[in-house]
T-cell receptor, first 113, second 110 residues
């Protein structure tokens, strides 16, 4: 059974640029959630995708957007990067949307200069 | 929104010691998970425990949902237990969003 994978591992971008982060869900899971973790803090929920539709969104601006593909992999896109977007971005998958256990990938560390 | 507080914020133990980490939450929950975040940032699932008691080796957890708290017990701690421990909850009626606590940073020394 393959766990949650994310790419790339690290990324450095310049303020104002755009970035795409990728996530492959665990085998058999159809729900993917994205979280942002700033240094020294707990992860914050960005949004969730279930069967290719957004299924809940946290307190993040519209320049954070996402996609889920038919194979349940997902992308997180961030436009017009700001310095405060520097963080660890974590993807989690679960068997279904709802109260099911979530499993996290290793994360992508984004640095915006 | 729901508030999740963990205590203590920091903990230093000698190898072999036991510890108890606490998670308090302010509203009813349908899901509670405990995670260990290693130095590389990976969140490792320890327990999925919306209620009751579970044990896995040297670790055990208890959630008393009616009193809105959960406890994580670590016995005979090892240096590899070092890292940050998070509890995270899904508030009833908020559709799958995990809200994380403030974390407990554990350091186990020789």
């Amino acid at each position: 059974e393959t766990g949650v994978t994310q790419s790339p591992t690290h990324l450095i971008k310049t303020r104002g640029q755009q970035v795409t982060l990728r996530c492959s869900s665990q085998s058999g899971h159809n729900t993917v959630s994205w979280y942002q973790q700033a240094l020294g803090q707990g992860p914050q929920f960005i949004f969730q995708y279930y069967r290719e539709e957004e299924n809940g969104r946290g307190n993040f601006p519209p320049r954070f957007s996402g996609l889920q593909f038919p194979n349940y992999s997902s992308e997180l896109n961030v436009n017009a990067l700001e310095l405060d977007d520097s963080a660890l971005y974590l993807c989690a998958s679960s068997w279904r949307a709802g109260d099911y256990e979530q499993y996290f990938g290793p994360g992508t560390r984004l640095t915006v200069t | 929104g729901i508030q999740v507080e963990q205590s203590p914020p920091d903990l230093i133990l000698q190898e072999g010691a036991n510890s108890t980490l606490r998670c308090n939450f302010s509203d009813s929950v349908n899901n509670l998970q405990w995670f260990h975040q290693n130095p590389w940032g990976q969140l490792i699932n320890l327990f999925y425990i919306p209620s009751g008691t579970k044990q896995n080796g040297r670790l055990s957890a208890t959630t008393v949902a009616t009193e809105r708290y959960s406890l994580l017990y670590i016995s005979s701690s090892q240096t590899t237990d070092s890292g940050v421990y998070f509890c995270a909850v899904i508030n009833t009626g908020t559709a799958s969003k995990l809200t994380f606590g403030t974390g407990t940073r554990l350091q186990v020394t020789l």
